[in-house]
């Protein structure tokens, strides 16, 4: 199959491991990876800011940048990227008076896939260790972000195929289904209360005695991960795509302290 | 200008009353957040009431099927209104009761008072009702003389400690029992002074102070849970019982009922039935469900009236994305599953309608123009909690991220000062409608690297990002992005496409 890689702005900038290690994962599979070049942004941050107009030409951008190439499923290491450009850029096309834009979006959007999604409904995997030789030899817990979970209902597939990952522990995060508070532009807007959730959030992590909390966002993993790092926690955050790409003969980079992101 | 009256008012016609913040949701809220004893209380009574309902819910399994048939049956009334609202008034006035028009908070108002003052009376016992609560309907009449007794346990704790309501079912959600004993201990003329926090001793304290005004009240005012267009009828759910004492026992009964609470015929109470108690009290059933049709003569109140409120229901009626926030039966159960809630309290929200459904329900009714509420939509970290347990399926999320760009559009202007959240959004914009722009961007992340430091993390920042650096580290940024790792393990490939042939590309080194 050829797979078009949609990488997400903040995992192209922030956490490129992230999106290597999707690669590594599809073409263990014996799939053909793309990365559509002109790529950015879903502009989702646009969108529940409220700021559709400045939204319009990142969302035309994408589509662009996604009917053009050839592929047969597009997929995404995130959850809320893959919700926005399924649910967000019609609406947004429509709303600013760009019909043929909409259309083109909602082709666009049903060949997307989340990760997750992708691995489990149309590649078959269920068993990581056996199938990708997914080795991991920590104690992890996990978080559910929002919008894989309610928008996408991606029910337990990120966390059933982690716990099938050779050599892993994974602890129940209590509450796990709780917002971690980031929203966006809310974590800003609204501060105190994004740090109110947060703090529930971390609590419940560091609870449950993992050496990490993996997810399938980024985003809320920056977030959570940021929190702990300013709490002085030894506890760090890791894309499950990351672990699932983990082998015996190639671990994951996390050496000693866990790091937020990014480091080498 | 002449003070004759020309013909229509104009439109459309927003709502007054108890709809406005009276200060912007992050300061409200950062206030409310400094309480330890309200996140106490708050977060013990949502988790009780959330695990029931979804017990509750579960035992139904065809849960979703009522919800889509309370959504649907909800979306055909607002786009029937008008006709419905003529085949109610015909059928209640039939029945021998008074339908009054009211047009928005001050003329309600009004019209309560006369009706009132026509008895002769200057004391009202009341039926629990949001509707009275957002037009401010005790205050006015406090202010004309009339003293109106809460009968609902909850309610009348917060009238008594002088409060406001902070949740729409629960209004006392926010003081646990022990305050509660303060507050009658300190506010009932007659109490034991042994009272204990006991619930059941306190709910006995209140059945003895309630007791005197329900025998002898001559008039009682209401709210309403569902008017039957079909027959004229009108319904009130409760818990208590109370409601049942007020609507039976007064010789005159004032129902204020907002327009969009009608259901076309009595079969649809069977869907809401349903819906209703499981989604707010997390009971299969509800206690008392009282249902009444006009004057029955030698048997209840003699003297039935209803006021029909909009109150800028019209004007959201008016907003393609935003009516379907009418759909709402007042349940409840979006703001005891949401995160923001739990932790704010209802007050942060200023408005009667607090929580998920506030947030977006009070710009509906007042505009979103109104400035002392557009601060709401934003209260919500979209997390879509609210959406799930929504027995009737108000797509909360859609309808705030809707307001918000109405908000954003109805401050653009050539000569404003751009924000730095405008200015945020254009660089951004900018930076996301390519991949070339965004890979030029992306060239200055060795510069981040630098900034980070030896601790490798961003701890403060200036202007509106510092709202994230109050609590959250930022990482350091890697030294190459994933757009670059790509073009030099495919360099064979094209700039504009590229493709992958490369099966050793997992070496996952940025």
Not at chain 1, 27 to 47: D, I, K
Not at chain 2, 28 to 33: D, I, K, N, T, V
Not at chain 2, 388 to 408: F, G, Q, S, T, Y
Not at chain 2, 453 to 464: A, E, H, Q, S, Y
Request: one cysteine or more; charged letters at 20%.
């Amino acid at each position: 199959m050829r797979i078009a890689l949609f990488a997400t702005c903040i995992v192209d900038a922030m956490y490129p491991r992230t999106a290597q290690a999707t690669v590594a994962i599809l073409e263990r599979l014996g799939h053909t990876v793309v990365f559509p070049a002109g790529q950015a942004c879903c502009g989702q941050m646009h969108v529940n800011s409220g700021y559709f107009k400045e939204a319009l030409p990142v969302v035309a951008n994408h589509v662009r940048a996604f009917d053009t190439e050839d592929y047969d499923v597009a997929v995404a290491p995130s959850g809320s990227c893959v919700a926005s450009v399924k649910h967000q850029h019609g609406m947004v096309a429509k709303r600013c008076g760009e019909d043929a834009l909409a259309a083109r979006a909602a082709v666009v959007g049903a060949k997307t896939y989340e990760l997750s999604q992708l691995l489990v409904d149309v590649l078959g995997v269920t068993d990581a260790a056996a199938q990708l030789g997914s080795h991991f030899p920590h104690t992890v817990t996990y978080h559910p972000s929002c919008h894989g979970m309610r928008l996408l209902k991606l029910g337990d597939r990120q966390l059933d195929l982690l716990k099938t990952v050779g050599g892993i522990e994974v602890r129940e995060l209590p509450e796990a289904d709780q917002c971690c508070g980031f929203g966006g532009t809310f974590s800003m807007k609204n501060a105190d209360v994004s740090t109110a959730m947060l703090e529930d959030k971390t609590a419940n992590i560091c609870g449950t005695g993992a050496s990490l909390c993996s997810g399938g966002d980024a985003s809320c993993l920056m977030h959570i991960g940021g929190g702990l790092s300013r709490q002085g926690s030894a506890v760090g955050t890791l894309h499950f795509a990351e672990i699932l790409a983990a082998t015996l003969e190639n671990p994951a980079h996390i050496a000693g302290d866990v790091q937020l992101a990014g480091r080498k | 200008m002449s003070g004759t009256f020309l013909g229509m008012p104009t439109l459309p016609v927003f709502g007054h009353g108890n709809l406005n913040a009276t200060e912007p949701f992050p300061t409200a809220a950062r206030s409310e957040l400094a309480n330890p004893q309200l996140r106490a209380n708050l977060g013990h009574a949502t988790h009780t009431i959330r695990d029931k309902r979804l017990r509750v819910v579960a035992e139904l399994p065809d849960w979703e099927e009522l919800r889509d048939a309370g959504s649907a049956i909800k979306e055909n009334v607002m786009a029937n209104l008008p006709a419905l609202l003529e085949q109610f008034e015909a059928n209640f006035t039939a029945r021998g009761g008074v339908i009054h028009w009211a047009r928005d908070a001050g003329e309600a108002n009004a019209i309560v008072t006369d009706l009132i003052r026509a008895t002769g009376e200057t004391e009202v016992v009341k039926v629990k009702s949001m509707a009275t609560q957002e037009i401010g309907l005790n205050e006015h009449l406090e202010e004309q003389g009339i003293a109106a007794f809460e009968t609902d346990l909850a309610e009348l704790i917060v009238q008594l400690d002088h409060d406001k309501p902070s949740h729409i079912l629960v209004p006392a959600i926010h003081k646990n029992r022990s305050q509660v004993r303060e507050i009658f201990l300190r506010e009932m003329p007659v109490v034991d002074p042994e009272l204990t926090d006991e619930p059941a001793k306190l709910a006995e304290a209140a059945r003895k102070h309630l007791r005197a005004k329900f025998l002898s009240a001559k008039v009682a005012v209401s709210g309403a849970n569902f008017g039957l267009a079909d027959s004229g009828t009108l319904a009130v759910v409760e818990s208590e019982g109370n409601g049942r004492m007020c609507l039976t026992l007064p010789e005159t009964l004032i129902t204020v009922m907002g327009i969009e609470k009608l259901l076309p015929s009595w079969a649809d109470l069977e869907v809401f039935m349903q819906l209703l108690p499981r989604s707010s009290t997390g009971e299969r059933m509800n206690p008392y469900t009282s249902v009444w049709t006009g004057v029955t003569p030698g048997d209840g109140p003699q003297n039935v009236h209803l006021v029909l409120l909009d109150n800028g229901r019209s004007a959201a009626l008016a907003d393609e994305m935003g009516r379907s926030a009418l759909h709402c039966i007042r349940c409840s159960a979006c703001m005891n599953v949401c995160p923001v809630y739990e932790r704010t309290g209802g007050h942060a929200y200023g408005s009667t309608y607090p929580g998920p459904i506030g947030a977006i329900l009070s710009p509906l009714l007042t505009g979103i123009k109104s400035e002392e509420n557009n601060s709401l939509p934003y209260a919500s970290s979209l997390c879509g909690a609210c959406y799930d347990a929504c027995p009737v399926k108000i797509n909360i999320p859609e309808i705030l991220v809707h307001l918000r760009a109405e908000d954003v559009d109805s401050k653009r202007s050539a000569t404003k000062v751009p924000t730095q959240m405008d200015l945020m959004m254009k660089g951004a914009s900018w930076a996301f409608s390519s991949g070339r722009n965004l890979g030029l961007l992306e060239k200055g992340l060795p510069l981040g690297k630098l900034a980070a430091g030896k601790k490798r993390k961003i701890t403060k920042l200036p202007g509106i990002v510092a709202g994230w650096t109050q609590s959250r580290d930022i990482p350091a940024p890697p030294s190459q992005s994933f757009r670059q790792w790509w073009a030099k393990e495919h360099q064979e490939a094209n700039h504009d496409g590229g493709t992958s042939t490369n099966p050793a590309a997992t070496k996952g080194d940025a």
